[in-house]
């Protein structure tokens, strides 16, 4: 649905939040955050990540150190204790993704202004000096 809006409904913006950003600003967000930024790309539409800086890890490099909570296969195979899954069905549930920084063109906006992932960093850095 958010392609398709994306391809037919005249969308200018997307805009998701982040529940954690690293160092060169990959950003991890509920799952189907990725496939929204790959999308927006697609049909060039600018892709912002809102975060407050309290949510900026500077201590990893990149998305790729992030610990992605993997949820029950369950989650997906049963309803209320009954299982509506054929035997068999493998699962995997993440219940988070990475977005790599190289999608998310519109910038990271947070309590102090919006830049471009590479120039997050440098940001976050320079306010922690002057506080």
Known sequence: MAAAAMAHQGVSAV????????????TANKVGTYQLAIAAKHHGIPFYVAAPSSSCDLLLETGQQIVIEERPGQELTDVNGVRIAAPGIGVWNPAF?????????GGIITELGVFAPKELQAALTATATVS
Do not use: C
């Open 15 to 26: 805009i998701v939040g982040a529940d954690r950003v690293v160092a060169n600003g990959d």
């Open 97 to 105: 993704d990475v977005t790599p920084h190289d999608l998310i063109t």
